[in-house]
């Protein structure tokens, strides 16, 4: 770090001096540090390559015969071509005066670079560290150490500690507002200075005694932002000597500069946050995007391919009726052939002009529905009323009807019902049920939630592998844990999983198979509906997962069978290396 001294009042010290002993210039010189008078003798310094040593100085003095040199502490002070020659005692009360001006510019400027390097740093951790650093330079401590406050604990807790006895103030270690100097200063926002803290009453000697480090003296600093405090900053055991109003002046102005970094650099922790998220959300829109698209395709084609087979025998039985509602399908087919091409745009960046096109197919199917009813086919009729009934089932609105569930029964019979509907599949359902918890809940809304993940588990899983089903009663309620052994879900999808439309396929290796088939698709939609009868009804559901770490790469698909892969030698190595566990916690429903 460069260093400049800048202060006026160190100027005119040194012109006083130069009066005083009638000398015809004067020079400074402090470790690294050199300052001259008058001007034109700094100038001449500052323009001559020198290696900044005494030798070389008084070298280029070499011109003048009369030079006179004083030591002092951690430097020294020339005289050019003196008049007088004042006693040692006062050259030295002289030179002493003068040092600890010029050792206060020198802090100051320390200080301002460190501020500007503050203001210039976003990174918590890194600004703190530049902070640390220079009261470590300043104050040669045992330990400096930052320790924020966590608003919802009402407690401190260390962000940050420097020094050669860091090691005893870590972060997982708890300070409560208001307990020893720490807590006084972060409730008060009063700074402390002690230089025997046994003296000082509020001074806790707890932390000193679990830990085994010995606390002799401190300063302590509020560290704040606009009128809020958020933490404190300190300075313990000074090694050379105690600590000084002027330390304490000291460190409440780095204290008030890094208060003000600290809440920029979280201000701009969030803005990176809240910007990782979007770029999560533009993921999950595109993916979305790309699933709808993948799942009009098909039903259009059999729709449009049925549509022209019904034209061909409406000739040959002449249903006039059926006709003019095929007329109005078709219509609808091609809408949703447009609602395909504006996905498309969507993701090309078009714009497009689009209107509540899908309430009007709604109401376009259900006038369908109505002039079909009235043939007298059999065999359409009975397809017509199955339609109307899938309709009715989407659109229908049911009240939230509590009743007294017993759990384990009805677990049993949703896992019964899962293995039912598995085709064969290998995977064997691990249940274990408490006896006698009864839930009220409504059954209806119940199944949909445990139903939804356990055949998500299901899918996620290969054959033979496993799913365990639990139930557990503790203080945050009833707890339903869905856990599968299976592919795992990967920290980016997480980030998604709730948003509606997810799968965990890429959209070039999607394919909607039958539910409960081995990586099956379908809309996605179905978590998303969970999520939001939780956040209705007022229960949680949760989730944690780790992907199988068997594959080497993201890109390796899991064949679906154990004994087909070629990552692992046998069922257990499968079931360790990943998987997904889903909980549901009631905690007003018993």
Request: aromatic share 6%.
């Amino acid at each position: 770090m460069e260093k400049h001294f800048s202060l006026i009042n160190v100027r005119n010290k040194l012109q006083s001096l130069m009066q005083y002993s009638g000398s015809s210039g004067i020079v400074f010189q402090s470790e690294e540090q050199i300052y001259a008078y008058p001007l034109e003798l700094q100038e001449r310094l500052n323009s001559s390559i020198i290696s900044r040593d005494g030798r070389n100085i008084e070298r280029m003095l070499d011109d003048h015969s009369n030079v006179k040199t004083v030591s002092l502490q951690g430097g020294k002070l020339i005289f050019i071509d003196p008049l007088i020659s004042p006693d040692e005692n006062t050259l030295q009360i002289l030179s002493n005066d003068l040092h600890e001006d010029i050792e206060l510019v020198s802090i100051f400027d320390k200080i301002l670079q460190a501020n500007m390097a503050i203001s210039a740093n976003l990174n918590l951790n890194t600004l703190l560290h530049i902070v640390l650093s220079l009261l470590e330079e300043l104050f040669n401590p045992e330990v400096t150490s930052v320790l924020l406050i966590d608003s919802e604990k009402k407690n401190l807790y260390w962000e940050i500690s420097r020094g050669e006895k860091s090691e005893f103030f870590k972060p997982d270690i708890k300070l409560p507002i208001g307990e020893g100097i720490g807590g006084y200063v972060a409730q008060t926002g009063e700074p402390v200075l002690s230089n025997d803290v046994t003296e000082d009453p509020r001074w806790a000697s707890s932390y000193d005694k679990r830990s085994g480090f010995r606390t002799r003296s401190l300063i302590c600093a509020p560290l704040k932002s606009h009128g809020e405090i958020l933490g404190v900053i300190e300075i313990i055991n000074k090694k050379d000597k105690e600590f000084s109003l002027r330390d304490m002046t000291i460190l409440e102005i780095i204290a008030s500069q890094t208060g003000s970094a600290i809440d920029n650099a979280r201000t701009h922790g969030k803005l990176e946050e809240a910007y990782e998220e979007l770029k999560v959300l533009d993921m999950a829109k595109e993916r979305i995007i790309n699933h709808l698209s993948h799942d009009l395709r098909a039903p259009l084609a059999i729709i449009s391919s049925a549509i022209e087979i019904i034209t061909r025998r409406i000739d040959q039985v002449n249903m006039e009726k059926v006709e003019k509602s095929v007329e109005r399908v078709k219509r609808n087919v091609t809408r949703l052939s447009d609602i395909q091409d504006e996905i498309r745009d969507i993701l090309n960046e078009r714009s497009f002009e689009e209107k509540e096109r899908i309430v009007g197919i709604v109401e376009d199917t259900a006038s369908i529905i109505d002039e079909l009813s009235e043939t007298h086919d059999d065999k359409i009729a009975e397809v017509i009323k199955l339609v109307s009934m899938r309709l009715d089932s989407i659109i229908e609105v049911k009240e939230f009807q509590k009743e007294r569930i017993r759990l384990k029964e009805f677990l049993d019979d949703i896992c019964d019902e899962a293995i039912s509907c598995m085709h064969g599949r290998e995977v064997q359902i691990q249940r274990s049920f408490k006896e006698d918890i009864v839930l009220n809940m409504d059954r209806d809304i119940l199944k949909k939630v445990v139903s939804g993940i356990l055949r998500n588990a299901i899918e996620n899983t290969p054959d033979e592998g496993e799913i365990g089903i639990n139930t557990k009663l503790g203080g945050d309620g009833i707890g339903i844990d869905i856990r599968d052994y299976g592919t795992g879900i990967s920290p980016e999808n997480q980030k998604m999983i709730f948003g509606g439309f997810f799968h965990t396929q890429e959209t070039g290796s999607y394919s909607t198979k039958r539910p409960y088939e081995f990586d099956a698709g379908g809309a996605g939609c179905d978590l998303l509906r969970i999520k939001i009868l939780s956040e209705r009804y007022g229960f949680d559901v949760d989730f944690e997962s780790t992907i199988c770490k068997l594959r080497p790469k993201d890109t390796d698909r899991c064949p679906g069978k154990i004994s087909d892969c070629h990552f692992t030698a046998n069922k257990s190595d499968c079931i360790s290396s990943g998987g997904s566990t889903f909980s549901i916690t009631f905690p007003d429903y018993y």
